[in-house]
């Protein structure tokens, strides 16, 4: 069924900010509540964000409220993660992942993880 690749990853310095995207390279996205996790070298998988099928709700974990945006567009089959103010703590491999319906997805739910977007942070 669905499909999802993300993208955008790269170096960024301190401070700065960097877009990843979550694209449905196949099936249709706005069926699904789309999440976005990261893991950091040696430490374990986290959640980072959700958004609702209809984009009508959001959620994100404490350590990035405030600085990071989920977003969506059904009508492009595109979610997207806007991280601002990055810190070293942000370096990670981010992957993103559906659940169904309103449901956001879990660590202990996703059957798939695809290669994600490495994020480094560094100066």
């Known amino acids: 069924q669905l499909q999802l690749v993300e993208s955008g990853g790269g170096l960024v310095q301190p401070g700065g900010s960097l877009r990843l995207s979550c694209v449905a390279s196949?099936?249709?996205?706005?069926?699904?509540?789309i999440g976005w996790f990261r893991q950091a070298p040696g430490k374990e998988r986290e959640e980072v964000s959700c958004?609702?099928?209809?984009?009508?709700?959001?959620n994100y974990a404490d350590s990035v409220k405030g600085r990071f945006t989920i977003s969506r567009d059904n009508a492009k089959n595109t979610a997207w993660l806007q991280m601002n103010s990055l810190d070293a703590e942000d370096t990670a491999i981010y992957y993103c992942?559906?659940?169904?319906?309103?449901?956001?997805?879990?660590?202990?739910?996703?059957?798939?993880w695809g290669k994600g977007a490495p994020v480094t942070v560094s100066s």
């Open positions: 958004i609702s099928s209809s984009g009508g709700s959001t």
């Open positions: 196949s099936g249709t996205l706005y069926h699904y509540a």
């Open positions: 992942a559906p659940g169904l319906g309103r449901f956001c997805p879990s660590i202990s739910t996703v059957n798939h």
